[in-house]
């Protein structure tokens, strides 16, 4: 059974296409309609955030999977919207619940969304006044592999670094420091000027 954000690439593939997931077309077929609309261009921004939220998908996988969505039909604001809104993840907005409260989590969700879907909303009217959008829906979504190539030394002298920040951390009192700060502070010290 394959793992990661290829296995999940392929089974959204699985979804978007219209004759593997017809009631998906039935049901929203204005968001996988092809065909350039208002309707489409307006729908594309409010739906791509909500397509996020319910896909769990943060940073790594948005990409391959803005892809697919973008091959099944989505306006290019809907593709914008989805990118952008892996600030409102449900795992994230859990966390957002954990640290900030119900209340201010929704806020946050009702601001980012709503951020986002603007946002997606008037890139979209920009590139297409500009005729910046491509016509052709055939992104491909393939596999990575490890190859030595520049980004692989970089990585390699960054990870040595990281090393070496790491080290210097735990030599200079790093830890002790992250406990006191940790600690509730004491009484509040005033000095006179």
């Not at 309707?39 to 996988?61: M, Q, Y």
């Not at 040595?160 to 030599?171: C, D, E, N, S």
Request: proline share 7%; hydrophobic share 55%.
């Amino acid at each position: 059974m394959p793992a990661g954000p290829q296995a999940l690439s392929r089974g959204f593939r699985g979804v978007i296409k219209p004759a593997a997931a017809p009631q998906l077309h039935v049901a929203l077929p204005i968001l996988f309609d092809r065909r350039q609309s208002t309707r489409r261009t307006l729908w594309g921004p409010i739906v791509g955030p909500l397509v996020a939220v319910i896909s769990f998908v943060c940073s790594v996988g948005n990409i391959p999977l803005a892809a697919v969505l973008w091959n099944g039909g989505i306006s290019f604001g809907g593709v914008v919207a989805f990118i952008f809104a892996d600030l409102i993840v449900i795992p994230i907005l859990n966390i957002y619940r954990k640290y900030y409260g119900l209340k201010m989590a929704g806020f946050l969700f009702a601001t980012f969304y709503v951020s986002m879907a603007v946002a997606a909303l008037v890139i979209d009217l920009i590139f297409g006044g500009f005729a910046l959008i491509p016509s052709e829906r055939s992104a491909r979504v393939v596999e990575a592999s490890i190859t030595w190539n520049y980004t692989t030394w970089l990585n390699l002298a960054f990870l040595v670094l990281a090393g070496l920040l790491v080290w210097r951390f735990l030599k200079t009192g790093g830890p002790a420091m992250l406990r006191m700060m940790n600690r509730p502070a004491g009484p509040a010290h005033h000095h006179s000027h």
